[in-house]
């Protein structure tokens, strides 16, 4: 424990990581230094929020009592932790500097909090609470920095959006942590940096390369397939498995949200590589089950969403390909070529593509969420609940209805991507990446659809884990954020908006059959508790692999 943090001083002094950060950066960019410190208060207390709403809301070890109304938890040893009331879709503003008490002693920086709790298998995500802190520092010093690129058209690229989400997921603590990279890397590859990143190539002989789709003619050489791969990932990780670059920095392109996906600035398919890291809950790989799974499952999702009202489409993956290396496919050596949003949404004139996790972020220099600018803009046309309201009409209509066929998307703020018109009108949406959907063969047969052989954890028909994957993404973080982005913590326009939310989601299950099926779903979406990923829990150590959930009260109940 740091002993510079007192009873009456929640302001810890610099971990180490933050003073190697401070090292690294006065050598490879200097002029941040300054910015840098100023961001650290702000990144502490945006990584501390997210730890507390975990303290709160996650069925973590050694947590006996939680009560985030009035903020405070118990814990099993009968120490007690106290800070600011937190309802679970708080995503905090830059005025808010909680401070969480361990028994009396305040505490600014959660990892110090983390560590004075003393939690089984914490040790690992301390060391990623100080990373998310340091690299959410660089993140909102080098966005500041970076500043706004053009101004009319060019301000409304998808890229430009992408890159518009400064501080990661809302509710994860690890929203930052980016342990494989330097601070060089960091601005380099980090797309709120806005830089532009050579992709490189890696030539591997075609009988040596697991292929599912039509790899195109302009990623051959000869009988060699060309793969697109992340640059830290040919410096760090190509040499261990025999492999370089036959072509370094072939595609200029700008890194999206994931950081490992590319927009070319030539346009066409988007670029998903390989990155060997661990960021927020998951290692950036490529699986040879997500390359085998690309085909079959694109083409699947596209019959079915085919056959909705046009309110939803979903980017067709068009190419996938791995490399066999000791004889099964690497998930290191692996690309995904993907449709554009852009294209997948078929853009009429003055309709614009916005990740909804753009919605809801904040410039670097803390002003109102993007939603809440755009709305101004429309020139008093909308008022928040009308806006939402319409958002929720147009959205869960189809995302039911996928349901009840046996389709459950991981529509969170990355995956899910509104249009818009030029009054910030909600039109239609947009979702990618498919390897996180699951897909009930039960259902999907009872209506009418064939299922092609798919392996993995894509395939589940057990109802629970269904409902899990769509509402808690939906609800909990969709909607979520974006009811606390439009509130701006105004709780009585939180329980409009919230209402605006639930009509829209009666109605849409009015429209549907009342089927068994369909009525129990209903339930679960209107029942007092609502299953969300419990983020924080699942980076523990010795916790079981895979999804790990988290009852949180229903704000539709």
Same mark, same amino acid.
């Given at each position: 424990?740091?002993?510079?943090?007192?009873?009456?001083?929640?302001?810890?002094?610099?971990?180490?990581?933050?003073?190697?950060?401070?090292?690294?950066?006065?050598?490879?960019?200097?002029?941040?230094?300054?910015?840098?410190?100023?961001?650290?208060?702000?990144?502490?207390?945006?990584?501390?929020?997210?730890?507390?709403?975990?303290?709160?809301?996650?069925?973590?070890?050694?947590?006996?009592?939680?009560?985030?109304?009035?903020?405070?938890?118990?814990?099993?040893?009968?120490?007690?932790?106290?800070?600011?009331?937190?309802?679970?879709?708080?995503?905090?503003?830059?005025?808010?500097?909680?401070?969480?008490?361990?028994?009396?002693?305040?505490?600014?920086?959660?990892?110090?909090?983390?560590?004075?709790?003393?939690?089984?298998?914490?040790?690992?995500?301390?060391?990623?609470?100080?990373?998310?802190?340091?690299?959410?520092?660089?993140?909102?010093?080098?966005?500041?920095?970076?500043?706004?690129?053009?101004?009319?058209?060019?301000?409304?690229?998808?890229?430009?959006?992408?890159?518009?989400?400064?501080?990661?997921?809302?509710?994860?603590?690890?929203?930052?942590?980016?342990?494989?990279?330097?601070?060089?890397?960091?601005?380099?590859?980090?797309?709120?940096?806005?830089?532009?990143?050579?992709?490189?190539?890696?030539?591997?002989?075609?009988?040596?390369?697991?292929?599912?789709?039509?790899?195109?003619?302009?990623?051959?050489?000869?009988?060699?397939?060309?793969?697109?791969?992340?640059?830290?990932?040919?410096?760090?990780?190509? *040499?261990?498995?025999?492999?370089?670059?036959?072509?370094?920095?072939?595609?200029?392109?700008? *890194?999206?949200?994931?950081?490992?996906?590319?927009?070319?600035?030539?346009?066409?398919?988007?670029?998903?590589?390989?990155?060997?890291?661990?960021?927020?809950?998951?290692?950036?790989?490529?699986?040879?089950?997500?390359?085998?799974?690309?085909?079959?499952?694109?083409?699947?999702?596209?019959?079915?969403?085919?056959?909705?009202?046009?309110?939803?489409?979903?980017?067709?993956?068009?190419?996938?390909?791995?490399?066999?290396?000791?004889?099964?496919?690497?998930?290191?050596?692996?690309?995904?070529?993907?449709?554009?949003?852009?294209?997948?949404?078929?853009?009429?004139?003055?309709?614009?593509?916005?990740?909804?996790?753009?919605?809801?972020?904040?410039?670097?220099?803390?002003? *109102?969420?993007?939603?809440?600018?755009?709305?101004?803009?429309?020139?008093?046309?909308?008022?928040?609940?009308?806006?939402?309201?319409?958002?929720?009409?147009?959205?869960?209509p189809p995302m039911l209805r996928l349901l009840s066929w046996g389709v459950a998307l991981a529509a969170h703020g990355q995956n899910l991507l509104v249009v818009l018109d030029e009054e910030a009108r909600p039109c239609r949406f947009v979702y990618r990446d498919l390897a996180d959907v699951r897909v009930s063969p039960?259902?999907?047969?009872?209506?009418?659809?064939?299922?092609?052989?798919?392996?993995?954890?894509?395939?589940?028909?057990?109802?629970?884990?269904?409902?899990?994957?769509?509402?808690?993404?939906?609800?909990?973080?969709?909607?979520?954020?974006?009811?606390?982005?439009?509130?701006?913590?105004?709780?009585?326009?939180?329980?409009?908006?919230?209402?605006?939310?639930?009509?829209?989601?009666?109605?849409?299950?009015?429209?549907?059959?009342?089927?068994?099926?369909?009525?129990?779903?209903?339930?679960?979406?209107?029942?007092?508790?609502?299953?969300?990923?419990?983020?924080?829990?699942?980076?523990?150590?010795?916790? *079981?692999?895979?999804?790990?959930?988290?009852?949180?009260?229903?704000?539709?109940?």
């Amino acid at each position: 424990m740091n002993p510079d943090i007192g009873h009456d001083s929640p302001h810890p002094a610099p971990r180490a990581l933050e003073a190697a950060f401070v090292t690294e950066l006065a050598a490879v960019r200097p002029g941040l230094s300054g910015a840098y410190a100023d961001a650290l208060p702000p990144a502490r207390a945006a990584v501390l929020g997210r730890l507390w709403r975990a303290l709160l809301y996650e069925p973590l070890p050694g947590v006996a009592v939680r009560d985030g109304r009035r903020g405070g938890a118990g814990l099993r040893d009968g120490r007690v932790l106290s800070g600011p009331p937190r309802l679970p879709h708080d995503i905090g503003t830059p005025e808010d500097r909680p401070t969480v008490r361990l028994d009396g002693r305040a505490y600014a920086h959660p990892a110090e909090l983390l560590a004075a709790i003393g939690m089984p298998g914490a040790a690992g995500l301390t060391a990623e609470l100080d990373h998310s802190v340091a690299s959410l520092a660089l993140s909102l010093a080098g966005a500041a920095d970076a500043g706004v690129v053009g101004t009319g058209e060019a301000d409304r690229s998808l890229a430009y959006f992408e890159q518009s989400v400064i501080d990661g997921h809302p509710y994860h603590p690890c929203c930052r942590s980016r342990p494989g990279f330097s601070v060089a890397d960091q601005l380099a590859y980090g797309p709120e940096h806005r830089p532009v990143v050579g992709v490189d190539l890696v030539a591997v002989p075609a009988d040596r390369c697991r292929v599912a789709g039509k790899w195109p003619a302009r990623l051959r050489d000869g009988d060699r397939l060309l793969l697109p791969v992340h640059p830290w990932q040919s410096r760090q990780v190509l *040499p261990g498995l025999g492999h370089q670059p036959f072509a370094a920095g072939a595609i200029r392109a700008r *890194p999206l949200m994931s950081v490992r996906t590319f927009a070319p600035l030539a346009g066409g398919p988007h670029l998903k590589t390989a990155l060997t890291m661990r960021m927020t809950s998951q290692v950036r790989d490529i699986s040879a089950g997500g390359v085998t799974n690309s085909a079959p499952l694109s083409a699947l999702l596209s019959d079915v969403v085919g056959r909705l009202d046009g309110r939803l489409g979903i980017t067709r993956n068009l190419a996938a390909a791995s490399a066999v290396v000791d004889g099964a496919p690497s998930a290191d050596l692996a690309a995904l070529l993907r449709e554009s949003p852009s294209d997948a949404a078929r853009l009429r004139a003055g309709e614009t593509v916005v990740p909804v996790a753009a919605l809801t972020a904040r410039p670097a220099d803390g002003g *109102p969420p993007l939603i809440r600018s755009l709305l101004a803009a429309a020139e008093a046309r909308w008022n928040t609940v009308d806006w939402l309201a319409s958002f929720a009409r147009s959205l869960l209509p189809p995302m039911l209805r996928l349901l009840s066929w046996g389709v459950a998307l991981a529509a969170h703020g990355q995956n899910l991507l509104v249009v818009l018109d030029e009054e910030a009108r909600p039109c239609r949406f947009v979702y990618r990446d498919l390897a996180d959907v699951r897909v009930s063969p039960a259902r999907l047969a009872h209506h009418g659809f064939t299922v092609p052989p798919l392996g993995g954890k894509v395939i589940g028909d057990d109802p629970a884990l269904l409902r899990g994957k769509l509402f808690g993404h939906l609800i909990g973080t969709i909607l979520g954020s974006l009811v606390s982005a439009l509130a701006e913590g105004d709780r009585n326009t939180e329980t409009r908006l919230w209402a605006a939310v639930a009509a829209a989601a009666r109605r849409a299950y009015d429209d549907l059959p009342a089927t068994g099926e369909n009525r129990a779903d209903r339930a679960a979406l209107f029942g007092a508790e609502l299953p969300v990923k419990a983020l924080t829990l699942m980076r523990l150590e010795g916790t *079981p692999p895979g999804d790990l959930w988290a009852s949180l009260p229903n704000p539709l109940a």
